[in-house]
């Protein structure tokens, strides 16, 4: 029984089937959330949520029994628990009036997609490991905000008091300004004025207009080209780097699971890559070797 539980969480087919059953639990949820499937293939969509319910249930039972007679060890893997939890949670006794929640637990299954696809991991420990980092570009962030945020209250505070009005305010502007969502519009408020160029409250915001066409143009060119090319890039940077971190631990993995011998069948063909690499670039240099006499 042991064995057979190992050969069958072990096979390719397995795990082709659980991606299989995730999505079909994310296309069920989907379909639930039109009234008019529910009342026309409710009784329908209820049974294929049960069905995808047991076998989830039967795939952990599966792996408990392949990792006899340790079956604790199952929860070392924290992708593990995290399916033990959404399971877990579908199983919770509720009644009609949480209806809503049970359909939010039945949409984690799609997370599922994260354990089923190696790809999606990496990413995902690419994130976790760079949330350090990525911590330390946020306080720079934040630290340009406040001082953008409140050299624009003191500056446009009085002519355009729908984006710059106080601190918060000034925030959530220039939140939109580096997601260059429309900043154009509220730079040109400040330079022209907002009685010349009136901004969303119309003339009714416009009591004090103060055109700065200088300051204006400088502080928001200077404010998208720190915090949008520079600061935000670094965040793309950070995430990179922890993508890297992330695929050479899982290749560390792989060959600790093959009881530290390497792969080599992906030797092999990365070597015949290479290989074919170099011979093409002998043939370029060849080939203008001829041209050249």
């Known amino acids: 029984m042991i064995s057979i539980a190992r050969n069958i969480t072990a096979a390719s087919w397995f795990n082709n089937t659980i991606v299989a059953v995730i999505l079909a639990a994310g296309l069920v949820v989907g ?11 409710g009784d329908e969509l209820h049974l294929a949520n049960a069905i995808i319910l047991w076998i989830f249930i039967i795939e952990i039972v ?13 929860f070392k893997d924290p992708w593990n628990v995290f399916d033990f939890v959404i399971v877990a949670l579908s199983l919770l006794p509720v009644g009609s009036e949480a209806v809503t929640v049970v359909r939010l637990f039945r949409l984690l299954r799609v997370l599922r997609l994260l ?24 306080v720079l962030l934040g630290l340009l905000f406040y001082i953008y945020a409140v050299a624009a209250v003191f500056l ?3 002519n355009d008091p729908w984006h710059f009005k106080d601190l918060q305010t000034a925030f959530v502007t220039l939140f939109g300004v580096v997601t260059l969502e429309g900043w154009t ?19 009714a915001e416009c009591l004090h207009p103060r055109a700065m066409p200088v300051g204006g143009a400088f502080f928001f060119i200077s404010f998208v080209l720190v915090g949008t ?11 990179m780097n922890g993508m890297e971190e992330a695929k050479s631990e899982q290749e560390d993995a792989r060959v600790a699971d093959l009881g530290g011998k390497p792969d080599l069948k992906d030797d092999f063909f990365q070597l015949n890559r290479q290989l074919t690499e170099l011979q093409e670039r002998l043939r370029r240099i060849e080939k203008q070797a001829l041209e050249q006499k």
């Open 229 to 239: 090319m520079v600061i935000l890039n670094l965040f793309i940077g950070v995430i």
């Open 115 to 138: 354990r089923a696809l190696p790809a999606l991991q990496i990413l995902v420990n690419s994130l976790l490991k760079s949330i350090p980092s990525m911590g330390y570009v946020g």
């Open 156 to 158: 446009f505070g009085s």
């Open 31 to 41: 379909l639930e959330t039109y009234p008019a499937n529910m009342e026309k293939w």
């Open 62 to 74: 599966l792996k408990w029994v392949a990792l006899m007679p340790r079956p604790w060890t199952f």
């Open 185 to 203: 519009d509220i730079m040109y408020i400040q330079m022209f004025g907002c009685n010349v160029y009136p901004g969303p409250g119309g003339e």
